[in-house]
């Protein structure tokens, strides 16, 4: 079988937007250097594969990222104006600085629920982040470009242990009182679970942020992504952030493995009859490359099943 049997769940949204974050939250993590041209060639497959936002790499600090210091270079070489955003990372002026010297349209900054990954990401404090994002929002949003907004530690943090719902929602309120149009909740460590999604979701709405400002961003490591993913169509939710065949992980987070696996989440959604416009054999077909250039197996269990 090559595809689930559909069985339409009608309490569930009819369509979502999958956010692809691949080539920079999936490669970020790579210790070994992708050369630029493997970097294009995954953009440019994903684009093709149907995904409608393919996040495609960091203007962040080279030291601090060193497998995304071409980013440039790449950004360079990418059809900026294309009818699929290719979002870049974002984290302080300077980054906006070297974003709009080369003509990117859309970021995203990223922000931390809790102190000490604001400390160990950002080199800054959690109040300290908001005044550096400040004046990154208010400049980008008047030179016409769209801003998203990460939250991370969103479910857990590996220094902190549990991190409050309320001090979450607080955060991202902060982030959109910026004037950020999406915030995305990430579970940087993948220790969510299904009822913690649900209830985290509820607060937003409670504090007043409806389901359309927020994207979920889950990460695999305690094999809980896809479980959680289905937890948050319960309540509504329609944009999911996932990477191609399972990559991932934040080098500054400890314990941080793969992403929700691209392939897994529309296979699930395939057998919800849930439209989302992605070509799942063009896109196996991607991971399968990328997992030989990278010298792995991939983490997808959809990929190593199709493959
Ligand atoms: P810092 O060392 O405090 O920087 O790092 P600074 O402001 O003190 O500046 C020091 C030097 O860096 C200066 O140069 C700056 O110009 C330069 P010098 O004067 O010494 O020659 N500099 C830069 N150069 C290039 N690009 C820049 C930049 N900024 C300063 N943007 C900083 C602060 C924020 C830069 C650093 O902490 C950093 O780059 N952090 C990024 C960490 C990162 O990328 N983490 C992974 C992404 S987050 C993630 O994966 C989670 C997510 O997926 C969601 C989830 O899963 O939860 C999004
Ligand atoms: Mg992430």
């Known amino acids: ?109 990223f922000a931390s629920a809790t102190e000490t990954f604001a400390q160990k990401n950002l080199n800054s404090s959690l109040d300290g982040q908001l005044e550096m994002f400040e004046p990154v929002v208010e400049r980008a949003r008047a030179a016409g470009l769209d801003v998203r907004a990460y939250v991370s530690m ?9 991190v409050p719902v309320d001090q979450v929602v607080a955060t991202g309120r902060r982030l959109l009182d910026l004037g950020v149009s999406q915030l995305s909740i990430g579970d940087t460590i993948g220790v969510g679970t299904a009822a913690h999604v649900q209830r985290l979701v509820g607060a937003f709405a409670e504090a007043g942020t409806g389901v359309d ?17 289905h937890a948050a169509l319960q309540v509504g939710v329609t944009t999911f952030d996932a990477s191609a065949g399972g990559l991932g992980g934040c080098p500054y987070a400890e314990s941080a493995t793969g992403n929700l696996a691209t392939e897994d989440l529309v296979w699930m959604l395939d057998g919800l009859g849930i439209a ?21 197996e991939p983490a997808s269990a959809v990929v190593r099943a199709l493959a």
């Open 1 to 109: 079988m090559t595809r689930p049997m559909v069985v339409r769940d009608a309490s569930l949204p009819a369509a979502v937007t999958i956010y692809e974050v691949g080539p920079r939250d999936g490669l970020q993590n790579e210790s070994a250097i992708v050369p630029l041209d493997v970097k294009l060639e995954f953009v440019a497959r994903l684009v093709v594969a149907g995904l409608p936002v393919v996040e495609a790499t960091s203007f962040v600090h080279p030291r601090w990222v060193p497998q995304l210091a071409d980013a440039a270079e790449l950004v360079a070489r990418l059809p900026l104006d294309g009818p699929v955003p290719l979002p870049v990372l974002v984290p302080n002026e300077r980054g906006l600085d070297r974003a709009l010297e080369a003509g990117v349209r859309h970021i995203a900054i």
């Open 154 to 162: 969103c479910f857990g943090d590996p220094w902190e242990g549990a």
């Open 213 to 229: 400002r927020l994207a979920m961003h889950f990460h695999d490591t305690y094999g809980q992504a896809l479980a959680n993913a």
């Open 276 to 296: 989302h416009g992605v070509d799942l054999d063009a896109l196996v077909r991607t991971s399968v490359w990328m997992a030989g250039v990278l010298g792995k």
